[in-house]
């Protein structure tokens, strides 16, 4: 079975400085992965997702990540943070059976950006 | 145009009784997810129709938890007999079909068992 496990329950760095958020994962099969991000009293938002085609994955909001077979890796990253990219992150897989998405979340990891 | 919506936000309910929480999914997508989040937890997947069935329920915890979507479009998530382990964030998710199509979250309902 599918499983996600994201290092760092918090991460805090300064505004301009690098965001390195850290998953991985353990899948029987070629993965779907996605990033989402959930600011307060919100829905999730979808960051990026992987579906086999280009390993470098650019999303929404300055984000991106890099999908690694060989680490089982999909960590994102954005080269400057900025105060509003304050949330939690959760990293999924797809477990893609019978043609539909059961997403497989991570525990989050809550982005502290401060001045 | 309108995103995925959840009523209610918050539902405060005592132990032992029944309670009813509503998705509206995005207008024409024929995919739905139930998931619930526990406080300090990522979504757990609970359920997921396409169209009017269910077709992997899998993730309900018990035969307390059951859903239905009659026409193909809202969703209701039922719960009978709560209990105080329930108290957790539940949310809606749609997609225009299933596959790895994009699935947008509605903000969830809140729901406390006493």
């Known amino acids: 079975a599918q499983s996600v496990t994201q290092l760092g329950s918090h991460v805090s760095v300064s505004e301009g400085a690098l965001v390195l958020l850290r998953c991985n994962y353990s899948s029987s099969v070629p993965p779907y992965l996605f990033w989402y991000v959930q600011y307060p009293n919100q829905g999730l938002q979808l960051l990026l997702k992987?579906?086999?085609?280009?390993?470098l994955v650019k999303g929404i909001n300055g984000f991106e990540a890099e999908f690694k077979k060989s680490e089982t890796s999909f960590h994102l990253t954005k080269p400057s943070a900025h105060m509003s990219d304050a949330a939690e992150y959760f990293c999924?897989?797809?477990?893609?059976?019978?043609?539909?998405?059961?997403?497989?979340f991570g525990a989050g990891t809550r982005l502290a950006v401060h001045p | 145009g309108a995103g995925v919506s959840q009523t209610p936000s918050n539902k405060v309910t005592e132990k032992g009784k029944y309670v009813e929480l509503r998705c509206d999914p995005i207008?024409?997508?024929?995919?739905l997810y139930w998931y619930r989040q526990s406080l300090g937890q990522g979504p757990e997947f609970l359920i997921y129709?396409?169209?009017?069935?269910?077709?992997?329920d899998s993730g309900l915890p018990n035969d307390r938890f059951f859903a239905v979507r009659p026409e193909g479009s809202v969703s209701t998530l039922k719960i009978q007999r709560t209990e105080r382990g329930d108290s957790a964030v539940y949310l809606c998710?749609?997609?225009?079909?299933?596959?790895?199509?994009?699935?947008?979250f509605g903000p969830g309902t809140r729901l406390t068992v006493l």
């Open positions: 998710a749609s997609s225009l079909k299933g596959d790895t199509d994009t699935q947008y």
């Open positions: 129709f396409q169209g009017t069935g269910a077709a992997d």
């Open positions: 207008s024409g997508h024929t995919a």
């Open positions: 999924a897989v797809s477990e893609k059976t019978g043609g539909y998405n059961k997403l497989i």
């Open positions: 992987y579906t086999s085609a280009a390993t």
